[in-house]
Every structure is written in structure tokens, then in C-alpha cells.
């Protein structure tokens, strides 16, 4: 039950009845009509902006239409007061019984409340992680890494048929440079000594297996070859454990996709896909032969005056047309990628994403041209980039680790604080924004610690329940402890703390919440939301502490306690919900 969507459909009732009846409009255009809280919460509780978009079609002013919109509405049986403010927002006021038996609602759809189907089975491809096998993740890769499955996790609870992919780079010179890293560890496995990594190769202690698993499958005989034979073999041994070395690490996030797609499969096996995306484009006439400027800020000499085989970006809106082939007619890398998202294409996604890191800025706007011209305008391609994260403990940067060379790997941040400060924090913030993630900070309990509140106040309800068990033994009556289990709700009338009130209006926002970060790609919407709910769940708690007679449990008082037993359930539920669909455990108890 979404509180907002039921009352847009009232506010666009109204609409219809007043518009063509008295200011003559047959078909009032309602697409921008909009019902959500208002920005201060002392001017009600749902606001409207229907008399703003629509008064100059209407033909009059806005605050003559919200007038007339004021008094139809004012007739509705669940409003208690209606206002209109400023140039023309209609701001409402719902009767307790409504929020009551909204509350009854969510109580008895439970984990089902604020899932919906919006998406109607769209297929979206979201594809994120994305790392060169070329090592293992590190805490960059992590952040889009649960960005991405928040992201995918979202759109599926709202009706989307989602599909999580990994796009593997397995072809291209950085696999090669792998592969040469890896011959290095082969020889030092034989018991070569190799001497400090030539720069230019892969530096870290990760590669060590590969080459003891080389020297047991192959022995000496690689020694002998040229680099044209050992390369291929080496190349796909390295990236084999590479990429089960990224699962795991992944895995230790508990994220997995449903495809991992090989980018040496656009070009094998009998197929060119990136010929037919070019193929594609030229049937567009997508494709034309001209001269590219230099780019900005390289020096001339490393920049070639010719002619080339381009593609009509600037058509879409991009800086500049972009290249297709190479100077010696193999493809650029530009044409690989326009090959695989042809080919999500024609795996029938219309709607894709991409989660990029913080070096990928620079693609956006050439990606999405593609997929537009591709597709003809059928499919779209969001493009979420990621930006940095600052490692820092106790405020102090984190020094480089070892194992990997030259970074910090995501696996060593997940042993150290856990799975739910990285999923939870990572997501805590808009993803085109850096991110500090303090080791100190992440891990202490208290209110400063977001993940830690939010976990705290679920861990609270279910101490609440403790409590009213523990009551129940003493011979307390609760008529909830009993019906729960039966989903009967209590009368919920006794709550009618302002307070409390406050609590179930938070509650009914989680519906608009999930499908608002659903339809914009932003999970940080929902981790945001989570924060204040709890922060209004901490408050009712406190002032309780206060006040003696708001507590939740109050054996003096057993109707006022069953109906805010059945408050902090509705809680438990939005908590463990949001929490789940983050990825991020909801504990019954903090130790």
C-alpha cells in the first residue's frame, strides 16, 4: 500500500472533475501531478503540486485552481485539513483512522509491504564490477561492486526482471602484460630466482599461485617455448584463477552475478559481433570517414592527422565522433565495447546500466551515444560512475598493502571491519561523490556510526519484544504477543503521540522510497531513508525513557501497549526489509 500513490489517484480524481467542468480543459495532462510530504512537516502531511503544472493550461492562476481543487478534496472522507501555501501547493491533513488503518495494512503484508510493480518485468542489464583480471579487487572495485547489486536488488523488488553481469576484459595487452607477470612467478616456482618485478609488470604476491600452478601442471616444458607458444597458455591460466579469485572476493560481499561475459567471445568462435555493431551503424549511416581534432591536452607528436573510420557520436549529443578502427585496421577498444552492449541489445535488454569507476568519466557520454544510435532510441544506457574512496583509520590514510603490490585489496578491508559496515557505508553516500571510509569509524558503536544506528534501532525492536515476553511471564496481558502470530492486528487507536504518529507517516514513506531509488538508480535513497527511520524509532525510544508513559511496554496500560507493540513491529519489518535489499544483516541483538 503506497499512502502517496493512493492520494495522487484521489488529487488527479479531483483534477478531472474540476478542470473540465469549470475551467473547460476536456483532458487534463496529469503526468506531472505529484503527491509526496511536504518539505516541512508543520505544513501538513502530503502536498500536491497539481493546481502549479496545471493552472496555465487551465487558464487561470494557481492559487484560483488550488482553491477550487482545496474544496473537492476537502469532501474526502480520510482528510482532516486541507491548506494551500505559497503560490499554489495544496498541503493535507489525514484523520488518525487513516494512518491506523494504514498501519493495520503494512502489518498484514509484512516482508511484502513496499515491493511493487512498477518495473512490469522490464529487463534491465546491470552491469558492475567489471575488473581486468589482472588481480585482485580492490576497495574502488568494492564500492561499485555494492552500489551495482544495491542497485540490482532495488529494481528487482520493484517489478523488474534484473540481470547482474561482470564484463571480463580477457582479451586486449593488459592480459598479455598478466600473462608475462605470471611466466615470471612460473620461473621463480621452477626456483629461478627473478629479482625485483620489471616495471611495467604485475608486482604482487597474488600471482605466486598462478605460477606454482603452472610449474605443477606443465613442469619445465614452458622454458622451452617462445613467447608466442607459453603466452596463449599462460594468459588463460592466469586469468582463469584471476577471475576465481575476484568470485571469492566478491563472494566475501555476498555478491554474484547471473552472467560473467567474456570480451574475447564478440571475436571467437566463428563470430564478429563488433562487425555487425559497425554493420548496424552503417546502416544507420552511423558511420563516416573524417579527421579528429587532437585530443585536449597531449602533446601533437603523439597524435596522428588522418583519416579514420568514425562513428556520428556528436549526433548524441557526445564531445567528438569516435574512432572504430586503428591505424593497421584492427578495432579500438571504443568498438569492443559498442559490440557488447549490441549484443545485450540483442539479448533484448532495452534497459541497461553500467557502474563505472572513478577513471571511466570520460565514456559516458560515448557509451550511451552508441546505445542510442544502436538501438535507434529503443534502448537506454544509464552510466553510474563511481568516484574515489579515501581510505583513512582514526583519520590517517591507509598505507598501501602488500599482497597486492600496490593498493589495498577489498578482501583485506572485509576481514578487518565485516560485510555490513562496507555494504551499508559504501552505499551511504551518492555514488558520484568521494567517499572517506574511516576503519575507526565504521566499527565503533555509536550514533555517529551509521550502519551501527541503523542496526541498533532493529536490534532495539526486537529487545522490545524480549521485554513484553519477559512481561507476559509476570503476568502481564498482551492480546499482540498472541495475535501476532495469527496476523490479527490490534485497535490501534491509543497511538495517537505525536511522536508516534510521526513514526507510521516515516513508515508509509518506504513504498515512494523504494521505487524512487529504483527508477533513478540511487540506493543511497534508501540507506538515507533507513538512517531517519531509525533516528525517529531512537527518539520515540528516548522520550519514552523521559516520559514514562509513552513507553512501549506499559503493563498499566495494555490496549496503548499492543498498539505500539504493533508500531515497533511495522518498524522491525521496514528495517529488515531496507536492510535486505542493501544487503546488509538486520541483528536481533548488538554485542
Known amino acids: 500500500m503506497n499512502v502517496f500513490e493512493v492520494f495522487t489517484g484521489r488529487v488527479v480524481a479531483a483534477v478531472q472533475k474540476v478542470v473540465p467542468a469549470e475551467f473547460g480543459v476536456a483532458a487534463p495532462d496529469v503526468s506531472r501531478v505529484v503527491v509526496e510530504p511536504p518539505r516541512d512537516a508543520a505544513h501538513g502531511e502530503l502536498s500536491t503540486n497539481a493546481a502549479m503544472v496545471l493552472a496555465k493550461a487551465a487558464g487561470t492562476n494557481p492559487r484560483a485552481l488550488a482553491n477550487r481543487l482545496a474544496a473537492v478534496l476537502g469532501d ?13 501547493f495544496i498541503n493535507l491533513t489525514l484523520k488518525p483512522a487513516y494512518w491506523h488503518g494504514f498501519l493495520a495494512n503494512l502489518l498484514r503484508l509484512g516482508t511484502d509491504y513496499g515491493r511493487s510493480q512498477v518495473g512490469r518485468g522490464a529487463k534491465v542489464n546491470v552491469e558492475y564490477v567489471s575488473a581486468n583480471p589482472t588481480g585482485p579487487l580492490h576497495v574502488g572495485h568494492g564500492r561499485g561492486a555494492v552500489v551495482g547489486d544495491a542497485m540490482a536488488s532495488l529494481l528487482a523488488a520493484t517489478g523488474h526482471e534484473v540481470t547482474r553481469e561482470y564484463y571480463v576484459n580477457d582479451a586486449g595487452g593488459q592480459v598479455d602484460v598478466l600473462a608475462r607477470s605470471a611466466f615470471l612467478r612460473y620461473r621463480e616456482a621452477l626456483g629461478e630466482t627473478i ?77 564478429d559481433r563488433i562487425a555487425e555493431a559497425i554493420a548496424a551503424f552503417r ?72 557502474v563505472l569507476g572513478a577513471d571511466h568519466g570520460g565514456y559516458v557520454k560515448r557509451l550511451r551515444a552508441a546505445v542510442t544510435g544502436m538501438s535507434g532510441g529503443e534502448a537506454t544506457l544509464d552510466v553510474k560512475v563511481c568516484q574515489l574512496v579515501r581510505l583513512l583509520r582514526n583519520g590517517e590514510p591507509v598505507k598501501m598493502g602488500k599482497r597486492a603490490g600496490n593498493f589495498v585489496t577489498l578482501r583485506d578491508v572485509v576481514d578487518e571491519v565485516g560485510v555490513d559496515p562496507v555494504r551499508f557505508m559504501m552505499v551511504y553516500r551518492t555514488s558520484d561523490a568521494p567517499l572517506d571510509f ?60 505525536p511522536g508516534e504518529m510521526a513514526l507510521v507517516r516515516k513508515l508509509a514513506d518506504f513504498p515512494r522510497i523504494l521505487e524512487s531509488a529504483a527508477l533513478a538508480h540511487e540506493p543511497h535513497r534508501l540507506a538515507f531513508y533507513l538512517h531517519e527511520l531509525a533516528s525517529d524509532f531512537h527518539s520515540q525510544w528516548n522520550r519514552g525513557t523521559e516520559t514514562p508513559q509513552l513507553r512501549f511496554i506499559n503493563q498499566a496500560d495494555p490496549l496503548s501497549t499492543d498498539a505500539r507493540l504493533a508500531l515497533v513491529d511495522a518498524v522491525r519489518v521496514v528495517l529488515s526489509s531496507g536492510l535486505a535489499i542493501l544487503g546488509v544483516h538486520a541483528p536481533e541483538e548488538m554485542r
Open 76 to 88: 474526502d472522507p480520510d482528510v482532516a485539513k486541507v491548506e494551500i501555501a505559497g503560490p499554489g
Open 195 to 271: 629479482g625485483a618485478i620489471p616495471a611495467g609488470l604485475y608486482p604482487g604476491d597474488y600471482l605466486v599461485p598462478v605460477g606454482e600452478a603452472l610449474a605443477r601442471v606443465h613442469g619445465p616444458t614452458l622454458l622451452g617455448l617462445g613467447e608466442a607458444e607459453w603466452l596463449p597458455v599462460v594468459r588463460q591460466t592466469a586469468i582463469d584463477m584471476m577471475m576465481d579469485l575476484i568470485r571469492e572476493d566478491l563472494a566475501a560481499l555476498n555478491i554474484r552475478h547471473d552472467v560473467f561475459f567474456s570480451e574475447k567471445s564478440l571475436t571467437s568462435g566463428g563470430t
Open 283 to 354: 546502416a544507420r549511416d552511423l558511420v563516416h570517414v573524417g579527421r579528429l581534432p587532437p585530443p585536449k591536452g597531449e602533446p601533437s607528436e603523439d597524435w596522428e592527422d588522418r583519416e579514420q573510420t568514425l562513428f556520428r557520436s556528436t549526433a548524441f549529443g557526445d564531445d567528438s565522433d569516435r574512432a572504430l578502427l586503428k591505424s593497421d585496421g584492427s578495432y579500438t577498444y571504443f568498438a569492443g565495447d559498442i559490440a557488447y552492449h549490441y549484443d545485450k541489445y540483442l539479448r533484448g535488454f532495452r534497459s541497461m546500466i553500467d
Open 438 to 497: 574511516d576503519f575507526a569509524r565504521v566499527t565503533e558503536q555509536s550514533k555517529d556510526n551509521a550502519v551501527f544506528y541503523v542496526q541498533y534501532a532493529h536490534a532495539r525492536t526486537a529487545s522490545v519484544f524480549r521485554q513484553a515476553k519477559a512481561a507476559v511471564l509476570e503476568g502481564f496481558v498482551s492480546a499482540y504477543l498472541v495475535e501476532r502470530e495469527m496476523a490479527v492486528v490490534p485497535d490501534l487507536s491509543p497511538l495517537a503521540d
